[in-house]
T-cell receptor, first 115, second 112 residues
Framework: NAGVTQTPKFQVLKTGQSMTLQCAQDMNHEYMSWYRQDPGMGLRLIHYSVGAGITDQGEVPNGYNVSRSTTEDFPLRLLSAAPSQTSVYFC??????????????FGPGTRLTVT | QQQVKQSPQSLIVQKGGISIINCAYENTAFDYFPWYQQFPGKGPALLIAIRPDVSEKKEGRFTISFNKSAKQFSLHIMDSQPGDSATYFCAASRAGANNLFFGTGTRLTVIP
């Protein structure tokens, strides 16, 4: 059971390039999310998915696209990279632990630098 | 606008001491308050969580204290150990919602 896996671990892009950050989970969780972590700002939600075929925007969605064709995979696409997207990106999957709470599991992160 | 405010930004504690990290929120719709621990180069991992129907929750050396009227909650680490050195994040979510709002993090260093 690998949990949540992310690839690549590190990536350097030039401004204007596009790329896809991969995320996969093997826990059969319905919910998956993408966060970015910036110094002094904690983690902020970019996009999330409540199941295959269903996605929605979080706090900071601009410049990013997502899709969810399977339960296992939730890729994050940067359409035209900008220096402001330099960050560490975390994917998370979660399940409903109780009627009112979810438990989230985070991947190891992708460190992205845009020059 | 930061929905969950966290302090201090960094904390140095002697081995065996008590580490205290504080968080505050404004949104009364928040109903679930987890704490995450993150080691360098790793993703955050759930440490302990509380809901507003209790004022305190303890798991081993880790305790959350919750003050609903003040809209504040804190993490206490008793008998702090060098292995506890990490960044700690508080977070909050609305009832039945999956999306978390995180504090800005506290870097804890426990010196031997």
């Amino acid at each position: 059971n690998a949990g949540v896996t992310q690839t690549p671990k590190f990536q350097v892009l030039k401004t204007g390039q596009s790329m896809t950050l991969q995320c996969a989970q093997d826990m059969n969780h319905e919910y998956m999310s993408w966060y970015r972590q910036d110094p002094g700002m904690g983690l902020r939600l970019i996009h999330y998915s409540v199941g295959a075929g269903i996605t929605d925007q979080g706090e900071v969605p601009n410049g990013y696209n997502v899709s969810r064709s399977t339960t296992e995979d939730f890729p994050l696409r940067l359409l035209s990279a900008a220096p402001s997207q330099t960050s560490v990106y975390f994917c998370a999957s979660s399940y409903r632990r109780t009627a009112k709470t979810y438990e989230q599991y985070f991947g190891p992160g992708t460190r992205l630098t845009v020059t | 606008q930061q929905q969950v405010k966290q302090s201090p930004q960094s904390l140095i504690v002697q081995k065996g001491g008590i580490s205290i990290i504080n968080c505050a929120y404004e949104n009364t719709a928040f109903d679930y308050f987890p704490w995450y621990q993150q080691f360098p180069g790793k993703g955050p991992a759930l440490l302990i969580a509380i809901r507003p129907d209790v004022s305190e929750k303890k798991e081993g050396r880790f305790t959350i204290s919750f003050n609903k009227s003040a809209k504040q909650f804190s993490l206490h680490i008793m008998d702090s150990q060098p292995g506890d050195s990490a960044t700690y994040f508080c977070a909050a979510s609305r009832a039945g919602a999956n999306n978390l709002f995180f504090g800005t993090g506290t870097r804890l260093t426990v010196i031997p």
